[in-house]
């Protein structure tokens, strides 16, 4: 089976996968060769993520041959195991959720949203993974999820994760690239190691100052020397405790278009920094310059600069912390509703906490302050909630904004950049009250 022909466009399609290779189709989307076996019956894990998938267990499972698309999903061109998420690209594959199904604490699975750079894996078999952890470190070693497992503290913690092009939708003049609007945002429970007890036991060396990443995924050019991504943090950032090596999303298995069966986790600095996939960590003396961290990837001008404005690549710096935003994820943008609504939705700031949310339903004149939870853990969202009452009839905006514990706050509009990172503008929805 080869990954090929897993096109994320016949990822649309999905006759035309299961027709192209049912075995190849089976595994790409209920995540793991057991789902079938030489007589083709669901078993393990693949019995677990078909159930999901189709949302429900399936009494007679031993009767559903290989390849069998179910009809939950023949009429549609889906994301198998995903939920209501806006196809932004095929090739590469990305996709975001609509806020008002962001609504969760936790954001579940199927509504976590997809950014690919590259062609995913056509093996994401999680007994057979290995991760290589070498370059300056006292001990290079090469690690299954097993060992992994039974060699350091398995932890669960909910992380955002944010991609640093979220809100790139709206930048004027455009910029070039995904058009995300709101939701290259998610935060769900990963299940795994600390990076920083791996690191540890490999032994990082005291010349180290950053890590790099690499994923299994392929270059969109198909040439087998390029990696579509290859991100590193600074190693002070790596040995903070809730960057994890995660092999669980949620209390089950990471999703294929998430990263499966391995990836990092690394709340509240670009997505990018997450590598999905993952094979492999080595220890550098330099900052690392692999695929995507060099030039204008991940990187911001030094300085304001008009829209429009060309900066040299030398006065540019990698982003690193997300800045202080919220979501409101409740009610839905254009919503009709009565005169008392809840007002409810998430807010973040890359390595701090939010210590307030504001609301404010005239156009910003006044505000009222929404009740915030603390974050379930360091580096997961917080989520609020406000009951506002609405005058009289008539369509209002609903606007929030949120305060971080450095007392930085969101903006009206913000600096350009020429690839559209780091929109944290006030997120506004319409209402219609009648
Ligand atoms: N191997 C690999 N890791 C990757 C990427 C990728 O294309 N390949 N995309 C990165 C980017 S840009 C983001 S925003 C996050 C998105 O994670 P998600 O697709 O699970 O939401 O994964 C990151 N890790
Ligand atoms: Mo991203």
């Given amino acids: 089976m080869s990954m090929d022909k897993f096109s994320p466009s016949e990822a649309q399609d999905l006759h035309t996968f299961f027709a192209a290779d049912p075995v190849a189709a089976d595994y790409a989307f209920f995540g793991r060769k057991s789902y079938a076996d030489r007589r083709g019956f669901l078993r393990g894990a693949g019995l677990t993520a078909m159930a999901a998938m189709v949302g429900a267990a399936v009494p007679f499972h031993r009767n559903m041959p290989a390849g069998l698309i179910p009809a939950v999903y023949a009429d549609a061109a889906v994301l198998v195991g995903k939920d209501g998420l806006t196809l932004l690209n095929d090739r590469p594959l990305n996709a975001e959720t609509p806020p008002h199904l962001l609504d969760d604490p936790i954001t579940p699975t199927p509504r976590h949203f997809i950014r690919n750079n590259g062609i995913p894996p056509s093996e994401m078999d999680s007994n057979t993974w ?78 180290v100052v950053y890590t790099a990443h690499v994923g299994a995924d392929a270059h969109l050019s198909g040439q087998p020397d390029k990696l579509p991504i290859s991100r590193g943090v600074p190693i002070a ?107 409810r939705g998430h807010a973040w700031s890359g390595d701090r906490t939010v210590t307030a949310v504001d609301v404010s339903y005239d156009f910003g004149a006044t505000w009222m302050p929404a009740a915030l939870d603390a974050p379930a853990n360091d580096g997961a969202w917080q989520n609020f909630r406000a009951n506002v009452m609405l005058p009289a009839a008539g369509y209002y905006e609903i606007w929030a904004r949120a305060i971080d514990s450095a007392g930085m706050t969101q903006p009206h509009a913000i600096d350009w950049n020429p690839k559209g990172y780091l929109n944290n503008t006030m997120h506004r929805v319409a209402l219609r009250v009648s």
């Avoid at 004027?172 to 935060?187: H, I, K, L």
């Avoid at 220890?283 to 300085?303: C, F, Q």
């Fill in 130 to 207: 290995t991760l290589t952890v070498d370059g300056l470190v006292d001990r290079p070693m090469t690690l299954s999820i097993a060992d992994l497992r039974s060699r350091f503290e398995v932890i669960t913690m909910a992380l955002a994760i944010e991609c640093g092009g979220n809100g790139r939708a709206f930048f004027e003049p455009p910029a070039r690239g995904n058009q995300w609007t709101y939701g290259a945002v998610a935060c769900s429970e990963w299940t795994g190691v600390r990076l920083k007890d791996v690191l540890g036991a490999a032994g990082v060396q005291p010349n």
């Fill in 237 to 343: 950032k790596a040995m903070t405790d809730n960057v994890l090596i995660a092999f669980g999303q949620n209390g089950g298995p990471i999703h294929p278009m998430n990263g499966a069966p391995l990836r990092l986790v690394v709340p509240g600095w670009p997505g990018s920094c997450s590598q999905k996939w993952l094979r492999r960590i080595y220890l550098r003396d330099v900052v690392h310059d692999g695929a995507k961290m060099t030039g204008a990837s991940y990187r911001v001008p030094r300085r304001k600069i008009e829209p429009g404005e060309k900066v040299d690549k030398e006065n540019f710096v990698i982003i690193e912390r997300m800045p202080v935003k919220s979501l409101i994820t409740h009610p839905a943008n254009g919503a009709a509703a009565g005169r008392a609504v809840e007002v």
